[in-house]
């Protein structure tokens, strides 16, 4: 399909509307840590109780198989509202970082 | 170097062009109509700004959109030219951190984009506002709708379920999109309300729910109208009993003649049903995401959750009820939209007049 793609797209000289795939995206990505002993991770959940539940396992799980820190957990306020600045900012303070949702 | 274009005009040659479109993931699975760049071009020269230029990161994939890829989807959707600043305006409400895009092209909720059009340029543009406005009949309606609904998944990339996680999904991804009848009501127009001026054109957008109808047919008063809008309104398993955000009541134009006769203003019915959509705590205590646990409900402060019959509203202020007009003639309805639980989000096009 995409090569029949490709050259309908040369021949009807179409304007592509979206990159092709996800791949494509421009977002920086998180730098990558060269290790995880004593990192400082920040674990935020949307408020929802099976987010927290997975969270608090990975946290766990990274503490003790790969030697991060004590896990910082946040919780968002509201699922249905963006993290405040004040906890984005907080977890920006930290090495890495991991979100869950969960229903 | 131009590329040198071929058109090919054979039934056969048309079909393969919009069977390869549709395989191309590009659509909302019906067909579109070819982004040729022609078209495309024609759509950008309309509007202040180049096609390169970026209007917004669109969420999910937080893929920047350009007015030239705005443009593409807005052609595929059916636009005209004259409708490609209100598909803009509507991608800069959309990425307003307020309506968290992100959250609402995920979650598992029953909704969709709206965009309600207000402002003396609808006339021109042909965004109905009268009979059948949230049906099928008017281009502007349908193609700014479904624009919006293409930039979605091609640029901000909310794949139905790979990231678009809704359990029923919601028509309204198709298209959603109405506009004021603004001369039926007895009110400023809801961009007023939202800050705008009156002779401003804009679009509100809203994480909705379906409109679900109110009928009423023999009201004498506001408060037989208001009463059965409030109960109508008053269902437990809407998300806004327990986070909030703002719903939307659209009256009839039949419905607007008896409130704008009894002299009720917008703050009177907001007031009203404020009072009214309450439920109490020992209903409520069975529903939501978290059930008993009470406490992580985003109830105002003054609700004592210890108390079974403290009555909890359906929104934490009047104000978070959003009032407009719109639809036909005829035996008085009015619709009750309510949503995912944010914000309604306005925007100006005019910054993209040329």
Redesign the interface.
């Known amino acids: 399909l995409d090569t029949t793609l490709d050259k309908l797209i040369k021949d009807w000289d179409l304007v592509m509307p979206a990159p092709r795939g996800l791949a494509s995206v421009t977002r920086p990505v998180a730098r990558r840590l060269s290790s995880l002993t004593n990192a400082r991770g920040a674990f935020l959940d949307n408020s929802k109780d099976n987010a927290a539940t997975l969270l608090q396992e990975l946290g766990k799980l990274l503490h003790a198989e790969f030697g991060t820190a004590e896990p910082t957990f946040f919780s968002k306020p509201l699922h249905t509202r963006i993290a405040p600045e004040s906890q984005i900012g907080e977890a920006a303070r930290m090495e890495f970082a991991v979100i869950a949702i969960g229903d | 170097m131009t ?1 040198t ?4 005009s054979s039934p056969a040659a048309w079909r ?2 919009l069977e ?2 549709a ?2 993931g ?1 659509t909302d699975g019906l067909p579109v109509v ?5 078209f ?1 071009d024609e759509m950008v020269s309309g509007v202040a700004g180049t096609a390169d230029q970026v209007v917004a ?1 669109l969420d999910p ?4 959109a350009t007015i ?2 705005v ?3 807005a ?2 959707a059916g636009c005209l030219p004259q409708h490609l600043p209100y598909v803009l305006a509507a991608i800069e409400a959309v990425a307003d ?2 309506f ?1 895009l ?2 609402h092209m ?3 909720h029953t909704s969709g984009p709206l965009v309600i059009v207000g402002g003396p340029g609808r006339d021109a543009c042909g965004f109905n506002y009268e009979g059948n406005c949230f049906g099928p009949g008017s281009r502007a309606n349908a193609a700014v709708g479904r624009a919006l609904n ?1 930039c979605l ?3 901000g ?1 909310a794949l139905p379920k790979v990231v678009d996680r809704a359990i029923f999904g919601h028509p309204g991804k198709y298209t959603y999109c109405i506009a004021e009848h603004e001369a039926a009501s007895p009110w400023a127009p809801l961009r007023v309300d939202m800050g705008f001026a009156h002779d401003d054109d804009t679009v509100t957008v809203y994480a909705a729910e379906a409109p679900h109808s109110i009928i009423g047919l023999c009201f004498e008063n506001p408060h037989e109208l208001l009463d059965i809008a409030a109960d109508s309104m008053s269902q437990s398993g809407l ?1 806004h009993y327990y ?1 909030g ?1 703002d719903v939307i009541l659209l009256f009839g134009p039949a419905h607007a003649d008896i409130l704008a006769d009894a002299g009720w203003t917008k703050p009177d019915v907001q007031a009203y049903l404020h009072q009214r959509t309450r439920k109490p705590v020992s209903v409520l205590k069975y529903g939501g ?2 059930g008993r646990q009470l406490e ?1 409900n ?1 109830w105002p402060r003054w609700i004592d959750t210890a108390d079974e019959d403290s009555l909890v509203p359906l929104v934490h202020k009047p104000s978070d009820i959003k009032l407009s007009v719109t639809g036909g003639p005829g035996a008085g309805s009015s619709v009750f939209i309510p949503g ?3 914000r309604c989000i306005t925007t100006s096009i005019r910054k993209w007049l040329s």
């Open positions: 590329p274009v071929t058109t090919p393969e062009l390869a479109l395989g191309s590009w070819p982004p040729i760049r022609e495309v990161d994939s937080g893929t920047p030239g890829a443009a593409a989807n052609v595929m951190s307020r968290n992100r959250g995920c979650s598992t293409l998944l091609n640029i990339g998300t986070v955000g995401i978290w992580h985003r995912w639980g944010t």
